[in-house]
Every structure is written in C-alpha cells, then in structure tokens.
C-alpha cells in the first residue's frame, strides 16, 4: 500500500465510539439484542392477530411457523452480508453493490416508505389501544401526542433511543411470558372463568384445524408476513452497534427460538384457551383471551402491552427512516442536507422530514378511523417484501463471488449456502401473487406501481443532473482482507480492496443478469 494511501487512510480513522459513518456506536449488546427481539414483537401480532384468526382458525398457528422459517432464512442471508460489510444503510448498500447503483437507490427509498407507512399503522394501533381506556378521546389527538414524543426521544440521542427501545421490548417479553404461563395455568389446573372450557381439543373441534379451508389459510400469509417486518431492523444497527461482529449474529440466531415462544407459543396457548370463533378483526386476541380467563384488570395490563408494542415499533421507524436517508444523501440519491448529523450524531433532519409523512397517518385517523389500519399495513408488506426480497438476491449474488474467489468469505456465513435464499425468493413471490389475487390487499400493488414510477423518474432526472451519483459505488471491504488465493488477485488488503470489491460486485451482478 502506498504512502498516500496510508495517510489517506490515517485522516479518515473515526474518533474512538464512532463510526466510520459518523455515528455515535451507543448501542450496547443488550440493547441490540433486545432491538432484535423486540422487533420479532409487534402490533402485527398483537392487533393484526385477530383479523387472522377470524379467517384462518387455529391453522394461523402453522401459518406462523411457516412463515416465521422464512424470516430465519432472510436474517441469516443478511447476517452473511452484515460481518462481510458491517453499515447503517445495510440493504441499499448491498443492493447498490451487487445488483447495480439503481437497485440501491429503489431499496433504499423503498425502506424509507416502509417505515414511514408502519409508523403510521402503529400511532392507529396506539390510538386503538389507548380508545380501551378513553373512549371519548378521538383518535387522530392520541396519534399526535404520540408521534410527538417519540420524535424528541430520537432526536436527543442514539443512546436513549436504544435505553428506551430496551425497555419496551423488555415490557413486551415479560409480558408475553406472563400470558403464556398464566394460559398453561388454566389449560393444567383449570382456575378461572375460563377452566371448564380451556382444552387442547378447542384447536380442532371446532370445525377441524383448518376451519375456513387451506386456501383460507394461506391467504393469510400477507398479514402474516406484515408481522414479522421490523425484523431485519437489527441490520440497520450495525453502524451504531459497540461490537456489530458479536451482537449481529447472536442476535439472529435467537430469531426461531423467539418466532417458536412469542408468535407459535403463545397463539397455540390463546386458541386452547379461548376457542376460535371468539376472536374479531379489531380485538387483540391477547386482550381477548385475558378478557375471558377473568383476570382482575388483566385485559387493562395486555392492552398496556400492546400500547407498549405499538409505540415500540413507530420509534424504531423514526430511527430507521433517518438512517436510511442519511444513506441516500451520501450516495448522491437525496437532498444534501441529509447528510448533517446533529450535535448528538443524530440524523435530525431526515428524521424530523419523515416524522413529518408519518403525520399523514393522523390526518388518515381523522378522516377514515376504521380503514387506516388496513390501508396503511398492506403498502407496508409490499414494501417490506421487496426490502426482503433485494436482502436474499444481493446474498446469492455474494456467495457466487465468493465460491469464485472474487470476495473474503464472511465470518458469519448462512446454513446451505445460498440455496435457502431461493426458498425464501419463491415464498415471497408466492405471498405477492396473494396479494394480487386478494381484491381488499391488491390496492397496495397499485400504490407500489406509482412508487416506483415515481421513483424511475427520479432516477432519470438524477442520472441527467449528477451523472456520478448514478454510477456504480465503491463497496470499502474491511482492512486486511485477504482474497482467497485462488482467485485474480492473490492478496487484497486495506484500501486497495476498495476497487476490488467494486469490480467484484459489477461481475456478480453481471452473471445473474
């Protein structure tokens, strides 16, 4: 490596707890751990659970599962790329780099419109929730309040967003513990109002476990998948995480241990408990369940719970779509003015920005109470879906360059290669071809088709205007990588590895193409 190289190299090395992003790294392994849990944890579950419930019966729960497995794939093909190039703006970097700078520029943006459309569904649940206790109260004022106080919680600092993001996953889990023994109690011992009915055979008996039909059930795969999203969050982490090359990977691979307790266990434990044909679109079957078993005040405490989830999963999305933009303006894909952190090394601006589109999710309150929830949630899958979907081509297109020696293998790579990012590929086209064929959902699709026409023309206008922003970006590998010897280049290290991983990324990306 050259002189200048190395001096080069020297000025940019970050101060000691930042990144080389610019961020503080405040984010301890115990709240990247709890983050990551409490992202499997959301009002998809907790709210959107009973719609489901109602149209599937007791098949929900192999739903989950199925599901939940899929979700394993795709944070195991990310977790690959995460110790490869540890970086906030993880999926639009790796689509930016395997798959060509325009696929950055979509997924990057598309991200954006994830979280800000869940921000919105999650300040409707959070005024749902909260309409238990004051019925009076319209929901668009509750939804205010909220998104108010989130948002100066993420503008002071990434540390008090992580402590706080902490703490209401810690609610969320204790809590669901909570139901699940306290259901195992009733189905074991038989206490309470709802002893004499609790029992396993409430899974079948009634009208078999696959009530509505397998068609039924498989229809919802859609608001299944809606939530499990939040759950690749902990990627977004790694530019801020104090040691992203242990917390990444042993925060994913807690990922199925969660999906099996808080979504498979605890769902199995409500419907013994509490028969099927109970449950409604708009309840929490949480809520519900607890109702029914008669607990003083217990119905009060789940539905704190899931306020808490509720408010959980819109301050990730304020901590996200900050990042994300951040991102973007580095590439030359966004306004400039994204780039500034604040004094606290916050992204102050791109967060107050997209506060201010999750706001429509107010004004949504105000004007169609009953129908944002659903509204909002389908453009928030299909978001999701394709954030999912660049996730697992990018890692097929990474572990090609690496079987022909072209990139380091990672240190974290995924079980059977790249041949579970196939399943996963056609797991998720199969739930957008549901999408397609469900009439209520499909209207989303039609919101994804003008995004992206939009999106198109943003492209073409930034290729005329900043022609070097359209091109392909450098991918930096970490210093002292060494290629295997196999390939071109016997030993690449430090900042020469700049343009290798680049040329890497072209060549991959040509081949699947």
Request: with cysteine.
């Amino acid at each position: 490596m050259t002189s200048e190289k190395v001096t080069e190299r020297a000025a940019a090395t970050p101060e000691a707890g930042t990144s080389e992003e610019g961020y503080e790294r405040g984010l301890g392994s115990r709240q990247v751990q709890m983050i990551a849990i409490g992202g499997a944890i959301g009002v998809g579950l907790f709210l959107g659970a009973g719609a489901n419930i109602a149209k599937a019966g007791p098949s929900l729960i192999v739903m989950y599962a199925v599901a939940g497995a899929i979700v394993f794939f795709i944070m195991r093909a990310l977790g690959e790329l995460l110790l490869y190039r540890p970086v906030s703006g993880s999926f639009a970097e790796y689509s930016r780099e395997f798959c060509g700078p325009f696929f950055g520029f979509f997924t990057g943006w598309t991200y954006w419109l994830m979280w800000v459309v869940t921000g919105m569904a999650e300040l409707t649940a959070a005024a749902i929730y909260v309409n238990y206790w004051f019925p009076g109260i319209p929901r668009w004022v509750t939804a205010l309040v909220f998104l108010l106080v989130l948002f100066a919680v993420n503008l002071i600092s990434v540390k008090l967003f992580g402590e706080l993001e902490f703490w209401f996953s810690m609610v969320k889990v204790t809590a669901l513990i909570g139901m699940i023994v306290i259901g195992l109690g009733v189905l074991t011992f038989g206490f309470s109002a709802a002893g004499d009915t609790a029992h396993v055979a409430n899974l079948w008996q009634f009208d078999g476990f696959f009530p509505k039909g397998v068609g039924s059930s498989l229809m919802t795969l859609q608001g299944v998948m809606f939530a499990y999203l939040a759950v690749e969050l902990v990627g977004v982490t790694a530019g801020e995480s104090e040691e992203p090359e242990k917390t990444l990977p042993k925060a994913i691979n807690t990922l199925p241990w969660r999906i099996a307790l808080f979504y498979v266990g605890a769902l199995t434990v409500i419907l013994c408990v509490v028969k099927w044909t109970e449950f409604a679109p708009g309840v929490s079957p949480f809520v519900k369940a607890f109702a029914v078993i008669g607990i003083p005040a217990g119905a009060g405490i789940v539905n704190f719970v899931v306020l808490t989830a509720a408010l959980s999963s819109c301050n990730s999305g304020m901590y996200s779509t900050g990042r994300m933009l951040r991102t973007l303006a580095d590439n030359g894909e966004a306004p400039a003015a994204f780039k500034k952190l604040s004094a606290s090394r916050t992204p102050a601006f791109g967060i107050t920005v997209s506060v201010g589109f999750m706001a429509i999710g107010v004004v949504l309150n105000y004007v169609v109470p009953e129908k944002a929830f659903g509204y909002v949630t389908s453009v928030a899958t299909a978001a999701g879906i394709w954030t999912w979907l660049m996730i697992l081509v990018s890692h097929i297109l990474y572990r090609r360059a690496v079987k022909a020696g072209r990139l380091p293998a990672s240190a974290f790579p995924a079980p059977g290669g790249s041949v579970f990012s196939w399943v996963a590929v056609a797991f998720l086209l199969f739930v957008t071809g549901e999408i397609a064929y469900d009439a209520d959902a499909r209207v989303c699709l039609y919101v994804m088709a003008g995004w992206a026409a939009a999106l198109a023309v943003g492209w073409a206008a930034l290729r005329v205007r900043h022609p070097e922003a359209a091109a392909r970006r450098t991918a930096p590998l970490p210093a002292e990588v060494v290629v295997r010897p196999d390939a071109t280049d016997d030993t690449v290290t430090g900042a020469d590895a700049t343009a290798t991983g680049a040329d890497a990324g072209a060549e991959a990306a040509a081949e699947i193409r």
